[in-house]
Structures are given as C-alpha cells and as structure tokens.
C-alpha cells in the first residue's frame, strides 16, 4: 500500500476545468484500485470516479459521465481527475484513496473497501 496525496483544487468559475492529482511516491501496484470521491459541505462523502490500474478499466458516478475523467499516467505515479463544465454543485473536498482488496475495483460508488484517506484538495465553482 502506498500513500497518496492529492492536488490541483482550486477555485474555478462555472464551466471552467480542473486537473485533480492523486500522488503515490512509487509505483501504484498494477492490481489495484484507485478511487476519487468528493464530500460537500454538510454533504456525505460520495464516489465520483475510480479506476483498475492494470487495465485501465473504469467507473463513474452517473451523473458526472462525460463531464470527468479518471486516468493514470504510471510513469509518473500519478492518478488523474480531470473534470469539464463544472458547475457550482461540483464543490466540495476532493479526496483519493486505494481498494484495500487486489485485482478488485467494484463497479458502483460505494466507499466501502477504500482505506488511507489523505487530507484531500479544496475544489470550489462559482456561479
């Protein structure tokens, strides 16, 4: 298991983009599973995007299909959320975190299983 640390929140206007980091400080073991989630003010946490590293197999929340974009770019340890038109409801802390199980990814937006959560970066939109 290796830590993660997230970055590239920021304060953004409606329609704007932004490019969330998830950082590990080595190679992301290729069996796992590496999910984004978001948590709103007075809001519980909830999935937004994960991703199976080995084979590049990924899941979204519904409604953020076609607007966010989960990837990995394993040269640089680094997985990737890249969110499109945002709007006002997108704010909230953004957060990454690992599967706890190998070789498994489960394909809904459940927080079940997800372990080590770091301190997470500050996404803000504004009308």
């Known amino acids: 298991q290796v830590p993660l640390v997230e970055s590239g929140g920021g304060s953004v206007q409606a329609g704007g983009s932004l490019r969330l980091s998830c950082a590990a400080s080595?190679?992301?073991?290729?069996?796992?599973?590496i999910g984004w989630f978001r948590q709103a003010p007075g809001k519980k946490r909830e999935g937004v995007a994960r991703?199976?590293?080995?084979?590049?197999?990924?899941h979204y929340r519904d409604s953020l299909k076609g607007r966010f974009t989960i990837s990995i770019d394993n040269a640089k340890n680094t997985v990737y959320l890249e969110m499109n038109r945002l709007e006002p409801e997108d704010t909230g802390m953004y957060y990454c975190?690992?599967?706890?199980?190998?070789?498994?990814?489960?394909?809904?937006?459940?927080?079940?299983?997800?372990?080590?959560w770091g301190q997470g970066t500050q996404v803000t939109v504004t009308s």
């Open positions: 975190a690992e599967y706890g199980s190998r070789w498994l990814c489960p394909r809904d937006t459940s927080l079940t299983g997800f372990r080590d």
């Open positions: 991703i199976l590293t080995a084979y590049y197999m990924t």
């Open positions: 080595e190679p992301i073991d290729s069996s796992r599973c």
